[in-house]
């Protein structure tokens, strides 16, 4: 037991941010901010693409692709004709993630400064930050830190004299959960319908307006000042072999103190739900973890002491994901959970590809009909096989995300689903902390009538 | 085959030797393995994966893959649902998911019997269905235009249609509103589908969403005739297939001729059959009766009465031609007044520059072309709808593409293509031609784009190719006014044996006129000559003036009725076949009996039986030099606007008696440069004045941000009696 | 009106590609209209150079854009899986009570539109509430009508407080 272990936390990103509003660009340069960028100014690029992949900073925004691997994919500013892009991912939509959005709203300079130098190492001319349109705040708060950062030198032509010029545009996104996978970004960004696209050609070859386009995660660059101020070996001593540095947790659901904690990666959950959040409230009794975000599969009580590192979850039967934890106590119907993932799901899916389109919709039919009771054995199966029949076929990922979550509900909590059917209704009896919840419906459907006549 | 290099693919355990980087889909084809596909259009664009059809298994990768758009890359193993359990698991899972939420209302479905889903289904298909929900309903078939009906229900979200709007026509009409499941196929609000080539998404749709209401109900594949014909209506002559039913044409397809019109065809050419069956078409040889109208005459009377007529007028004859007609036709009127009654006086529609003949290029080039130049005052897509999708194709290939006119990317007035062209020729050009100038000169693979009436034929476009020395990559596309021009010009010189072609005289009087088709009944030019004639022969298919005056007046048949050569402008002779029958003898038989009263024969039926083979283009001819002829740039005005016009395709007989295609008319409409709206405090969807020389008309404005400031446009069929310069104002 | 035309442009202006702007352009179209008419679309299609068709196709496919009128104040209830586990279905019923209308509706005197999210990204301070795009957090079914009471009296755009920042303004639970 961990009663009497000190929480970990282990601030680097926000190390300073609890003494002082970071937001200003004084308080942040006072704070040591924007020398890593000077220091990457002076350094060459493959200098830092050597940093890059020596800090083993994987992705934070789901993927956990290697950052310095991914750069290293875009050809040299010599090797290409096109525009060289860089396209931050900060449409954070993932249920249970919020902490891209704490990292704007207190440290909008990291995350400029890390884009600085992203943009720097790979030659980017423009810097997109794809913003998620329902944060506004953020937004505000971002677009002030840019103007700061301009009127400084920081951003702009020559950037603080280096000769490197590049701007940074903010792009608010309009509401679609779509526009987080990477390439779906890329077509929004184009003003198209954020439909993902089929992969090859990967976007660091041909990206944004079909030129080689870097795509990162709002903490993912926000990391990088940090490691080019202790250098990446360093970096690498943090955390686990497989998963190094820190990374911001985003802890929520029936926990006594929700949040973004910053802890070194390897860190258990236990430590994180237990020892930082304060653990379960109202006396209520631990049933399961989310550990990655809604799209990854969820663990048990019985295996809270797998650590946040991306194989030992994996080895768990999931992901480390976005980041984001979700406690569910005992209270929760695991039948209204599926239902509710799914109708979330099924509401996001973009429509382009078909086994996502039509099984998610299906999906939320057979989880409706289950958790009434009305279902037959043969419909649990069947859910089973709808969820196998989109697994691996999708185009994106987002149709996997929609399929494993409810998959692994279904096998860890079997007895539950089955109560649904034997039972003939929730066994929680309307009790349930999700009981009734309701998703968003359709925003503005509209059937179109026709005023088109035919002449005969 | 030099150059392409090849790889080794292995496809269910079959080693194929294919050109790297094609596409797996054809490589299986080509092995005679079938990968089922909806999404799948290589027309379209780059693949796009999202139907998931084709999964199939690669070795080395987990998950099933998109055949569609994977590429042949060497040692690369394929394995199709014939050899995979993971590609077969792929296949069932997509169909039963496309099926999932499909009325299966085959039996009163249009597409029934050719439907890639159906037979799908009927091969790999589940036996029975595992849903048992409601199913996704929307309001039964609404038109979105009055020519294409949309059943939702039945739509699979393959977007091929929402794709060739965005990315072929680009038109932009016909889009995907909402997202994911409810997402649906729609126009903007309830404005129908209305563009130069809508009528392509029916063709398109792999399932039966989208259909033909003029098709609707009215045949089963197996109950009808596909003819292979060429399309009469434009200079392009698209490849087509005539579907006839019980002698009636039923439908008009694409016969994809991968160097003419890529399996594309405009609304016009695929509906405009309508006007076959009009009530008011001349269905019998008519002779005038002074003062009393016409009665009917046989056939050989009407020959004869000719005959003896034209024989009568010896060298005093002249044709009027409409270049509609087939080559053997003009043929056998040119013959005739040039053989047999020794006549040089025509009027031509077109009449080429002979030098052009020496960058004849396919047009199917446009696409390789590293620089395309449009030139002159006529749109395009209104004259040859086919070309602008290749120079719109070539644009996303990456050509660039330079348009010279009034809402060209080089503004200029109206009137000075010639100019334009000479000032490029002699490469002294001023500043907002310096760019194109240098582009032109460094490309080697360039298409030349000439749409703009001139008498010369073209002939500043030759000598601007001439100045270029325009080597084998490149073309010039000189765009005639009418479907076969060309081939009615040739004709025309071949029976002259030399001799130059004289205009009729507008004063002095005229033996005979012979009136060959609608166009030239419909000339002002024609009636004064025809009201001067002592005889007039006119063929034509429907009333006119200048019919109205005619001793002998001919049923004229319709392209679609008759067998015949025509030379597209590319210079590539085409064979049309006659899908119907039409009038029961047609002009070349009329044509054939006036000969042989004048002692010369004349074949009453070409020479060539009907197939349906895509016709070659001939080769190129010798190249002559065309020196530059100095043409003085049109002068700009400080009063008022000036006017350009253009006739719109979607004008002239046929259209108008196609009921379905009127709401594609043009609209009577202004387009205004965004300058002169602001300054003149006009927005979109104003009423306006137009008015010069007294004359005035009101019009809706409309912004066209393209055009040149100073310059308004108007369709030809709503600026009667305005002149090159115009006043707008509001009311 | 032809100020909205140069908003829309000068927007596009920061873009290599002038399509790119479609977003920012129908928001501004949005701003201006309140909601997006058809003519929101054909004034977007003007200035960007596309088709109306073309920019209502993008704007659907997104869910803060409205092709129907929404009211004077917009409430969005979070009720994704952080939110609904500690009581988002309560406070979204609460509200549903107060305005006497259901999500996704539109009060009749045109003040409020209720409609439900998905994870409004304040998963650790639920259930969140957004109302004009400002964020309250920790919102339980009891304060739902001292908010409406607190719209009603006065401009309808909540402060807004930044993510878990308590209601006294210090810096919330969040340690990081
Ligand atoms: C459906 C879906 C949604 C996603 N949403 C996000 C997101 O909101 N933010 C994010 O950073 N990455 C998101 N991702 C992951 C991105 O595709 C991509 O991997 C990531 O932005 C790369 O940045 P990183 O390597 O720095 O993590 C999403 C992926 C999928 C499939
Ligand atoms: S998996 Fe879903 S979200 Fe991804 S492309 Fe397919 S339909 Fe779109
Ligand atoms: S045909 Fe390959 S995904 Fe549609």
Redesign the interface.
């Given at each position: 037991m961990t009663d009497d272990s000190t929480p970990e936390l282990r601030p680097l990103l926000f190390a300073h941010a609890q003494d002082a509003d970071l937001t200003k660009i004084d308080a942040y340069e006072r704070a040591g901010g924007y020398a890593s960028l000077r220091k990457a100014l002076t350094s060459d690029r493959e200098e830092l693409l050597e940093q890059f992949l020596a800090s083993g900073l994987r992705g934070r925004g789901g993927a956990g692709f290697p950052m310095g691997r991914k750069a290293s994919f875009l050809p040299k500013p010599d090797q290409t004709t096109k525009p060289i892009y860089l396209a931050v991912n900060a449409d954070e939509s993932e249920p249970g993630t919020f902490k891209d959005r704490e990292i704007m709203f207190r440290l909008p300079h990291a995350l400029i400064e890390g884009v600085l130098i992203a943009s720097y190492a790979i030659g980017a001319e423009i810097a997109f930050i794809y913003l998620r349109g329902e944060y506004l705040r953020e937004y505000e708060i971002v677009r002030d830190a840019l103007d700061q950062a301009r009127a400084r030198g920081l951003v702009g032509a020559n950037v603080l004299g280096s000769g490197y010029s590049v701007d940074i545009v903010l792009h608010r996104g309009a509401g679609a959960y779509i526009c987080g996978e990477e390439t779906g970004l890329l077509e929004s960004l184009e003003g198209k319908r954020g439909q993902p696209r089929s992969k090859p050609p990967f976007p660091a070859i041909s990206g944004l307006y079909a030129a080689p386009t870097l795509i990162n995660n709002v903490e993912t660059l926000a990391t990088l000042p940090a490691i080019i101020a202790m250098g990446g070996e360093e970096y690498a001593a943090i955390g686990t072999e497989s998963s190094t540095g820190t990374r911001v947790f985003s802890l929520s659901g029936n926990v006594a103190r929700g949040g973004n904690y910053e802890l070194e990666l390897g860190t258990t959950l236990r430590t994180l739900i237990y020892d930082i959040g304060g653990g379960i409230p109202n006396g209520r009794r631990l049933k399961a973890v989310i550990p990655g975000g809604s799209s990854v599969p969820v663990l048990d009580a019985s295996e809270i002491d797998t650590t946040l590192d991306f194989d030992e979850m994996a080895k768990a039967g999931s992901m480390l994901g976005s980041g984001a934890v979700i406690v569910i106590d005992d209270r929760a119907c695991m039948v209204q959970l599926g239902l509710r993932v799914a109708q979330f799901y099924q509401h996001e899916s973009c429509g382009k590809c078909t086994p996502c389109r039509e099984g998610t919709r299906w999906m939320v039919q057979l989880l409706e009909k289950l958790e009434v009771g009305e279902a037959s054995q043969g419909e649990l199966d069947l859910l089973l096989d709808v969820c196998d029949r989109i697994l691996g076929k999708c185009l994106c990922p987002l149709g996997d995300a929609a399929a494993m979550p409810i998959a692994s509900y279904v096998a860890k909590f079997r007895d539950e689903y089955q109560r649904h059917i034997e039972e003939g209704g929730c066994p929680f009896g309307g009790e349930s902390s999700l009981e009734g919840v309701m998703a968003p419906v359709a925003q503005h459907h509209r059937d179109q009538r026709s005023a088109i006549e035919v002449p005969a | 085959m030099s150059g392409v290099d090849l790889v080794t693919v292995t496809i269910d355990e079959r080693e194929l030797r294919v050109p790297k980087g094609s596409g797996m889909v054809e490589a299986a084809l080509a092995a005679g393995i079938e990968i089922p596909v909806f999404c799948y259009e290589p027309r379209l664009g780059p693949?796009?994966?999202?139907?998931?059809?084709c999964?199939c298994e690669v070795e080395g990768i987990?998950?099933?893959q998109?055949a569609c758009?994977l590429t042949a890359q060497d040692g690369m193993v394929l394995r199709t649902a014939a050899t995979s359990a993971l590609a077969k698991?792929?296949q069932e899972?997509?169909l039963?998911?496309?099926l999932?939420?499909h009325p299966l209302d085959c039996p009163d479905c249009d597409k029934g019997g050719e439907c890639p889903l159906q037979d799908l289904t009927f091969r790999y298909g589940p036996g029975s269905t595992?849903?048992h929900?409601s199913k996704r309903t929307?309001?039964k078939p609404?038109?979105?235009?009055?020519l294409i009906?949309l059943d939702r229900e039945r739509c699979?979200?393959c977007?091929r249609c929402t794709r060739f709007s965005?990315g072929v026509s680009e038109?932009?009409?016909?889009?995907?509103?909402?997202?994911?499941?409810?997402?649906?196929i729609?126009?903007?609000?309830?404005?129908?589908y209305r563009a130069h080539f809508s009528g392509n998404v029916v063709e398109l749709c792999p399932v039966g969403a989208l259909t033909s209401?003029a098709y609707r109900f009215k045949a089963r594949p197996w109950e009808i005739q596909n003819v292979p014909t060429v399309c009469g209506q434009c200079p392009v002559g698209c490849n087509t297939w005539i579907s006839t039913r019980e002698g009636k044409v039923v439908r008009i397809l694409s016969r994809n001729h991968p160097e003419v019109d890529e399996g594309w065809i405009c609304d016009k050419g695929r509906f405009a059959y309508g006007h076959l069956d009009a009530e008011d078409r001349i269905s019998e040889p008519l002779r005038r009766i002074r003062r009393h109208g016409f009665e009917p005459v046989t056939f050989a009377e009407a020959a004869q009465e000719t005959a003896r007529a034209l024989r009568a007028a010896g060298s005093s004859v002249a044709v009027a031609f409409s270049g509609t007609e087939t080559v053997e036709e003009a043929e056998a009127m040119a013959r005739i007044a040039r053989e047999a009654l020794g006549s040089d006086r025509a009027i031509l529609p077109d009449d080429p520059h002979p030098a052009l003949d020496a960058w004849r290029a396919p047009l199917s080039a446009i696409r390789n072309a590293e620089v395309c130049l449009v030139l002159g005052d006529h749109p395009v897509i209104e004259r040859a709808p086919a070309v602008d999708l290749w120079l719109r194709s070539a644009r996303r290939a990456g050509a660039e593409i330079i348009t010279v006119g009034p809402t060209g990317s080089v503004q200029t007035l109206p009137g000075s293509a010639p100019a334009v062209a000479a000032e490029l020729a002699s490469g002294s050009v001023p500043e907002e031609l310096r760019e194109a100038s240098r582009r032109l000169r460094k490309a080697t693979r360039v298409a030349l784009v000439w749409s703009e009436d001139d008498p010369t034929g073209g002939r500043p476009i030759a000598a601007l190719a001439s100045a270029l020395r325009l080597g084998d990559g490149s073309g010039v596309y000189w765009i005639p006014s009418t479907p076969n021009g060309r081939g009615v010009a040739a004709a025309w010189h071949a029976a002259g044996a030399g001799r130059e072609t004289t205009p009729p005289p507008p004063e002095a009087e005229l033996g005979a006129l012979i009136v060959s088709g609608d166009r030239a009944a419909a000339d002002p030019v024609v009636l004064a000559l025809a009201e001067r004639a002592d005889f007039v022969l006119t063929s034509a298919m429907f009333m006119s003036q200048v019919a109205g005056w005619s001793h002998i007046l001919w049923p004229g048949s319709a392209y679609l009725e008759r067998a015949g050569t025509t030379v597209n402008l590319e210079g590539r002779p085409q064979r049309q076949h006659p899908a119907v029958g039409g009038p029961e003898f047609h002009e070349l038989a009329l044509l054939a009996a006036i000969g042989a009263h004048l002692g010369l024969a004349v074949d009453a039926w070409p020479s060539f039986e009907s197939s349906d083979e895509h016709a070659p283009l001939p080769a190129r001819g010798k190249a002559v030099p065309v020196p530059v002829t100095p043409t003085p740039m049109p002068a700009g005005s400080e009063e008022g606007l000036a006017l350009v016009t253009y006739e719109s395709l979607f004008s002239g007989l046929s259209v108008e008696r196609t009921?379905?295609l009127?709401f594609q008319l043009t609209e009577a409409e202004v387009e205004l440069a965004r300058a002169d709206a602001?300054a003149g405090g006009i927005?979109?969807g104003d009423t306006v004045v137009v008015s010069s020389n007294g004359s005035a008309t009101e019009l809706r404005a409309r912004?066209n941000?393209r055009l040149k400031t100073g310059v308004v446009r108007i369709p030809a069929d709503h600026a009667h009696g305005l002149g090159q310069r115009v006043e707008v104002r509001k009311p | 009106m032809s100020d909205l035309y140069d908003e829309i442009r000068d927007v596009a202006a920061q873009y290599p590609v002038r399509r790119s702007a479609v977003l920012p352009a129908l928001r501004l179209a949005q701003d201006h209209y309140g909601w997006l008419p058809p003519q929101a679309f054909r004034d977007v299609a003007e200035a960007l150079e596309l088709t109306p068709a073309y920019c209502q196709s993008v704007a659907s496919f997104y869910d803060m854009f409205h092709l129907e009128p929404v009211g004077r104040c917009l409430i969005e209830v979070c009720t994704n899986i952080s939110c609904a586990l500690v009581g988002a279905q309560a406070v979204l019923e609460q509200f549903e009570n107060e305005l006497g209308i259901t999500a996704g509706q539109t009060t009749a005197d045109g003040e409020f539109t209720l409609r439900t999210v998905e994870c409004a990204g304040g998963c650790g301070w639920g259930t969140v509430v957004a109302i004009d795009h400002r964020y309250r957090e920790h919102v339980k079914a009891d304060d739902v009508g001292g908010i409406l009471s607190e719209l009603r009296g006065a401009e309808p755009v909540g402060v807004g407080r930044g993510p878990g920042v308590s209601e006294d303004g210090a810096v919330g639970d969040g340690a990081a």
């Open positions: - | 693949p796009v994966g999202a139907c998931r059809m999964l987990p998950k099933p998109a758009t698991d792929g899972a997509v039963e998911f496309i999932l939420n595992r849903m929900f929307f309001d609404i038109p979105i235009s009055p009906a699979i979200l977007y965005e038109d932009g009409q016909l889009v995907a509103l909402e997202r994911g499941a409810d997402s649906f729609a126009t903007f609000e309830d404005e129908p209401t009921p379905t009127a602001l927005s979109t912004i941000q | -």
